[in-house]
């Protein structure tokens, strides 16, 4: 089983840039699509982004296109999310997470079933 870490939440003003990233505990990361989630006070979990097992295939929630780039690290096992013009909205708590490609689509990112997750990391922009 894959164990998910993320990092680089904080307390950022509006129209600045934080980076998150996720470190996996498997050396089979490139088995895993990987995505991230997010979550507002009062909200229900939202899918924010994701990508495919060798990185050349993306997806992103309309609201963060253009903003936000997805990225990993197979070697690494770190997935990251790059996040810049943050604005109040983007406030959440951000969750990395994984998916098996057995039995599914690889190229299916967004409604694909997520099995393992992180811990969260909070983003809060302030205006």
């Known amino acids: 089983q894959v164990r998910l870490v993320e990092s680089g939440g904080g307390l950022v003003q509006a129209g600045g840039s934080l980076r998150l990233s996720c470190a996996a505990s498997?050396?089979?990361?490139?088995?895993?699509?990987m995505g991230w989630f997010r979550q507002a006070p009062g909200k229900e979990r939202e899918f924010v982004a994701a990508?495919?097992?060798?990185?050349?295939?993306?997806d992103y929630v309309d609201s963060v296109k253009g903003r936000f780039t997805i990225s990993r690290d197979n070697a690494k096992n770190t997935m990251y999310l790059q996040m810049h013009i943050l604005n109040p909205e983007d406030t959440a708590v951000y969750y990395c997470?994984?998916?098996?490609?057995?039995?599914?689509?690889?190229?299916?990112?967004?409604?694909?079933?997520?099995?393992?997750w992180g811990q969260g990391t909070q983003v809060t922009v302030s205006s």
């Open positions: 498997d050396r089979t990361f490139s088995n895993y699509v």
């Open positions: 997470a994984a998916s098996l490609l057995a039995g599914r689509d690889p190229y299916d990112l967004r409604t694909r079933p997520y099995t393992y």
């Open positions: 990508i495919s097992w060798s990185g050349g295939t993306t």
